[in-house]
């Protein structure tokens, strides 16, 4: 019995930490690259939408695990959509509503989280599959995973390219802004060298 | 002659200046996915054409005949995803049915399509920007697929060279492809400010 308990407790924790490194969504299974481009060039959008993400995946890591007895196989992909696109229709509505000069700046990619292949592949991967406490568990290991990344890209991205981080001075006065930093190009070479970083550091631990 | 000019300037303008891919970061999952040979990314390209072209003109038709100044317009993100289902639904039976080798060839990433952000990025953009004219919509439309069909082709010419290069262990596969459209960003920087 308490043997049962530790192994289930051992399960949880598992797949809580599998989405921060093991399985991170962006450095291992390279999902949701589109958001994670666009939205890092400084650290407060970035947060925002991370929080966002984290939101969408839990509501429908939920409702798809509460519904996995009663989905038809061809039209599971259907019913995935739809249920992500009402979730995310809430969370614009709701930043529209409380700071709307963020949701500004996010723009469209707001209602792309619809199409952020995290959320559909963590429905087909875990939520149809398992229970309702492991579908938490693991919206929760995937989104801080997601958000954390979407951080460390933010955050490198705008000390290069303000000197600033969350908006606040950290570099001497004297630097010289990278301006390259702001634009796409800056966003694909970062992310890009950070994968490379991740594959050496994966590598050394192993 | 004016409406004429302005197509052409909005078809040349998603094409090189505001190409999705490389100044919006849409649809980059297949662009990093397909872009392997340029005979698959070239048929990716195409469907994704069709898709957009067919979705964009749709959704622009039910926003401006049905949603638009109604409270439905709550379920717009619901009824533009349900289009791009169908549309890509219609492209997969079409295929399956006239041109079995290229459907078998695309396998997986046919249905793919439907999560592309490219094809739901180019709607939200022409709801935002607030295009009241069917056939800009649809000229629009057909620009962003040639654009992304541009863009692949040109990384999967690119990706076939780099199988030849020496590329360090730990940048080998994503994250050096990654670098390369970044450079690629680069030189389409060189287009904006061409067209207002």
New interface residues.
């Given amino acids: 019995m308490a043997n049962e308990r530790q192994a289930t407790t051992s399960l949880y924790q598992e797949t809580l930490i599998a989405g921060l490194w093991r399985e991170n969504p962006v450095f291992r299974l390279?999902?949701g690259?589109?958001p994670t481009?666009?939205v890092t060039a400084a650290v407060k959008p970035a947060l925002t939408m991370g929080l966002s993400v984290i939101f969408v995946l839990l509501c429908s890591n939920i409702v798809v695990s509460l519904m996995r007895n009663l989905l038809k196989p061809h039209l599971r992909?259907?019913m995935f959509?739809?249920t992500i696109?009402?979730f995310?229709?809430i969370a614009?509505?709701f930043l529209k509503a409380f700071v709307p000069r963020m949701s500004e700046t996010l723009?469209?990619y707001v209602?792309?989280i619809?199409?952020?292949?995290i959320i559909?592949c963590r429905a087909e991967a875990c939520a149809s599959k398992n229970t309702l406490i492991i579908s938490i568990i693991d919206a929760l290991g995937m989104g801080a995973g997601f958000t954390l990344t979407l951080c460390v890209l933010a955050g490198v991205r705008e000390i290069l390219s303000t000197g600033a981080i969350w908006e606040i001075p950290v570099l001497p006065t004297d630097f010289v802004p990278w301006a390259?930093m702001r634009?796409?190009?800056?966003?694909?070479?970062t992310?890009?060298?950070l994968?490379?970083?991740v594959?050496?550091t994966s590598?050394r631990m192993a | 002659m004016d409406t004429l000019n302005i197509l052409l300037m909005g078809f040349i303008s998603i094409v090189l200046i505001n190409n999705l891919v490389f100044t919006k970061f849409l649809g980059i999952c297949p662009y990093l996915g397909v872009s392997g040979r340029i005979d698959m990314a070239f048929g990716m390209g195409m469907a994704v054409t069709f898709v957009v072209t067919l979705s964009g003109t749709l959704t622009w038709l039910i926003d401006h005949l049905i949603l638009l100044g109604t409270p439905l317009e709550v379920t717009r993100y619901v009824c533009f995803i349900l289009v791009i289902a169908g549309a890509v639904q219609l492209v997969e039976m079409y295929l399956r049915k006239f041109f079995p080798a290229l459907y078998e060839s695309f396998g997986i990433f046919l249905p793919l399509i439907t999560t592309n952000c490219a094809i739901l990025g180019l709607c939200l953009f022409i709801n935002l920007w607030g295009i009241d004219n069917l056939i800009e919509a649809v000229v629009l439309s057909f620009g962003a697929g040639i654009g992304f069909t541009m863009a692949i082709c040109i990384m999967a010419g690119i990706r076939e060279n780099l199988n030849l290069a020496d590329v360090p262990d730990c940048l080998k596969g994503a994250p050096i492809t990654l670098i390369t459209a970044g450079l690629l960003t680069l030189a389409f920087m060189g287009f904006a400010g061409m067209i207002r």
Avoid: E, R, S, Y
């Avoid at chain 1, 634009?183 to 070479?189: D, E, H, K, S």
């Fill in positions: 390279l999902l690259m589109c481009l666009a992909i259907l959509t739809l696109a009402t995310v229709t614009d509505l723009g469209p209602p792309l619809i199409v952020n292949c559909i390259a634009m796409p190009v800056g966003a694909f070479i992310l890009g060298l994968l490379g970083l594959n050496v590598k």
